[in-house]
């Protein structure tokens, strides 16, 4: 054979570049580079997704928790600032903790990591002096533990988290805790 023909023949058979110039990868590489990518994609996609609905779901009940506060009226009685100046000194809490009354409110709520307000049930008025100075107690320990910056950080932990169960489970066993630490 001629020199000439064993050069057609391998120029047959391997081309390393396309007719634009462009060098071809073999398909099977190029197949599992593009699915890799829509799968990556597609991950980064649906964690974007569950992170925005969870973050959603904050701030509106953000936005609920502080209309209710603005809706709520000051609480002007006597007794309840009273005893109010009582268990803020008896915890150390310094500043001023605003008492508000809800009737849209079931029970009493700490809110605002620098300005603190309670707001208190509708039948708060009618409660002994012993059960008002439990409640104080209670949410002025939530003051004073800082629970509402450990519960932000715990939220966003679980928005970020949003796919991991035990996550989701720890925030719920961090509720309790704390609930009975300021029992």
Known sequence: RSVASQTAETSQHVSPEEPSGNKQQPPATSLVAGSKSTLE??????????????????????????RKVHQAK???????????????????VRGNVILKQDSATYSPIVVGVFKPVIVLPADAGTWSSDRRMLVLLHEFAHVKRQDLITQTIANVTCALNWFNPICWYGLAQMRKLREMACD
């Open 41 to 66: 994609s597609a991950v980064v996609w649906i964690w974007m997704a569950g992170f925005c609905v969870v973050v959603l779901r904050l701030i509106q009940q953000l936005v609920v928790v502080q």
């Open 74 to 92: 000051n609480l002007n009685c006597d007794q309840w600032h009273a005893q109010r100046e009582i268990a803020a000194q008896a915890l150390g």
